[in-house]
């Protein structure tokens, strides 16, 4: 007996209703970045690896998934090579090309490769697959969606701003309540230097970016790990501890940070963004939290960072993002400033699917199902099918003359509200009869009135 195929961990089949599901999530995402006056971009599924690699730090550069040279890769690859490369010189050697990890950095290549056909500043969405090689687990994939929003050639916060409110839009539409967490790269900065300890931001960041995965005892232990004296480790657990209302941490910080000029600048960038948006007209409904302790592990943030967390279900950042002043200029580009957001489409959908927000008009499919009793009858329903059709409603004829009984199990399976009978008698009166499959309740009517019944 042949063994059942199966599909790689960290991915999943989507069936009929789950597509339905996703649909509603990819076309509220697209009609909320079109209010905003953003355009649609799609980029390869892969990429060059020299794109790739350096741009997420070195864990990132693990978690890539890398596509072997066609033909014989093996080709240029001696013995020593294999005793004495590390494992990712050995890849770039096999391998020229890999998977995107995630939209930004193509997004980046592509601002590059085609900026003399961009009026600045470029606003882009982009809605597609992303591929991590990470441990699935619950809420985690190997492949995913994200839909990106991101802003290039532009300074402003107030683009900080309208991403937040983008954010708090989507979410209302979703009914789904979160809070929106707001750092700044800069803050994290000056808290470097404030412990003497600006060479290490890249490890202190990834370090406490993990603090509400791991713990503070084990963030602490991974800083030591680092190399991050003692004295530089108690000077951190006031600050990634601090609380209060946000007014009450932003005086504190400019306070510890008083003599940091970097440090400073970015508590004036989260002060703007959060005070903007507390005078919104109509109100915010999500909550914003200035919040220390994000990181966004990233290495190519620079300002302001984002990151979203669902209140009523346990899942990680649902949406995240930041400022990235510096990444077209690793392909060439400097002085290009950019800040985006991406929305986790598949932790959306696990919330949405938990939560139950689904409105009903997502799942509902056929509408009306013509049973089909014989040819004759078939080419009878066919005319009224059309004229369904292109008044909106979702209909389909049952495809063979099998008996009633199971063309009705099938539209009680699909979960279809009506079904249309027509027999001899119909056929002369030039009627049908439209059955309710909730109620039972049959009627004898005009292909008119049936429309007007179901449209």
Same mark, same amino acid.
């Given at each position: ?59 990132? /550069? ?9 033909? /014989? ?21 096999? &391998? ?50 994200? &839909? ?19 954010? /708090? ?119 914003? !939290? ?13 300002? &302001? ?8 279900? !346990? ?79 979702? &209909? ?29 008698? !119909? ?29």
């Amino acid at each position: 007996m042949a063994q059942k195929p199966s599909i790689p961990k960290g991915t999943r089949d989507f069936g009929p209703l789950e597509m339905a599901r996703r649909n509603y999530i990819f076309d509220t995402i697209r009609s909320v970045y079109a209010l905003y006056g953003f355009q649609q971009i799609e980029t390869p599924a892969m990429e060059n690896l020299s794109t790739l690699m350096g741009k997420y730090g070195e864990e990132g /550069d693990k978690l890539l998934f890398k596509i072997l040279n066609s033909g /014989d890769f093996m080709r240029d690859v001696t013995e020593e090579n294999i005793r004495q490369d590390s494992t990712n010189r050995l890849a770039t050697r096999l &391998c020229e090309k890999g998977l995107r990890y995630d939209l930004t950095v193509p997004f980046a290549r592509y601002v590059v490769q085609h900026r003399e056909e961009l009026t600045l500043p470029f606003r882009r969405f982009q809605i597609q697959p992303v591929w991590r090689a990470d441990r699935p687990q619950k809420g985690r994939y190997r492949e995913f969606y994200q &839909c990106d929003a991101d802003v290039v050639g532009s300074d402003s916060l107030l683009n900080e701003v309208e991403l937040m409110q983008i954010v /708090d839009t989507v979410f209302q539409r979703f009914g789904i309540r979160v809070c929106i967490k707001i750092n700044n790269r800069k803050i994290l900065s000056g808290i470097a230097e404030m412990i003497g300890q600006a060479d290490k931001i890249v490890d202190i960041t990834v370090a406490i970016d993990k603090l509400d995965k791991i713990g503070l005892d084990n963030v602490n232990a991974e800083l030591r790990e680092n190399g991050l004296p003692e004295e530089a480790i108690q000077k951190l657990q006031p600050i990634i501890q601090l609380s209060g209302t946000n007014d009450e941490k932003l005086a504190t910080m400019r306070e510890v940070l008083k003599d940091s000029e970097t440090g400073l600048k970015g508590i004036e960038e989260v002060a703007f963004v959060l005070s903007t948006l507390g005078s919104v007209v109509g109100g915010f409904a999500a909550d914003v !939290e200035f919040d220390l302790t994000l990181a966004r592990g990233l290495n190519y943030y620079t300002g &302001c960072i984002f990151e979203v967390k669902a209140l009523d279900v !346990e899942i990680g950042s649902i949406t995240g993002g930041g400022r990235y002043d510096n990444l077209t200029g690793i392909f060439g580009m400097p002085g290009l400033s950019g800040v985006g957001i991406s929305f986790g489409a598949d932790r959306i959908y696990d919330v949405l699917n938990q939560l139950d927000l689904y409105p009903q008009t997502v799942t509902s499919q056929t509408q009306l199902l013509f049973i089909n009793f014989g040819e004759a009858e078939a080419a009878y329903c066919l005319p009224i099918l059309a004229k369904a059709r292109q008044a909106g409603i979702r &209909c389909e004829i049952y495809p063979d003359a099998v008996k009633m009984k199971k063309q009705m199990q099938y539209a009680n399976q699909k979960q279809v509200p009506f079904v249309a009978l027509v027999g001899e008698n !119909e056929m002369k009166e030039g009627k049908l009869t439209l059955k309710n499959m909730e109620t039972g309740q049959q009627q004898l009517l005009t292909p008119e009135e049936l429309l007007q019944q179901i449209g």
